[in-house]
């Protein structure tokens, strides 16, 4: 059973453009959570999807950036007209959906703009 | 989001000392976990606490939840440098969500 796989694993992006961070959950989970992390800092809490659903959105900037998790295929964190100040390692982490959660994190995307 | 505070935020000792990390705050989390994470990796889960008072032990590492599900404590006995890294406590809320703490970086110097 793969773990949780996120991909890339480096980005590097100029100022303006987009940055796609994809993330698969492990087989048979259903609940996505992304987190932010700045060097020797804790994971801040962006969102948390279920299947086709946001639950919780409230970690999330309001604007450029959005997450989905489709019935179909890997969980999308965008990033439209990155900023310097986005460049952060994202995490994502993947859990059963059942009572008890048990979260399995990625290795991370680490962004970098440039 | 809730807001757990960790301290302290560094902490570097010398191989076969003991530490206590503390994680604390003001919100009530149906459960508490701690994780260990290290460079250029995501965390990874040590222990999940559930019950007010609830201590656990993991080889030499002692878990306790508080008795208001509000704070915890990670207690490591003869700490060995294969302990260093960024530990991190999260608390789960009642919606499932997940909050992480603000970390703790703990150097073991052999």
Redesign the interface.
Known sequence: NAGVMQNPRHLVRRRGQEARLRCSPMKGHSHVYWYRQLPEEGLKFMVYLQKENIIDESGMPKERFSAEFPKEGPSILRIQQVVRGDSAAYFCASSPSRTGLEAFFGQGTRLTVV | ?QLLE?SPQFLSIQEGENLTVYCNSSSVFS?L?WYRQEP??????LV?V?TGGEVKKLKRLTFQFGDARKDSSLHITAAQPGDTG?Y?C?G?TG?????????T?LTVIP
Do not use: D, M, W, Y
Request: hydrophobic share 40%; glycine share 16%.
């Open positions: 989001t960790q459960s976990q250029g990796e995501g965390p990874v889960l999940t559930v960024l991190l999260a789960v919606a499932n969500n997940l909050f992480f703490g603000t970390g970086r």
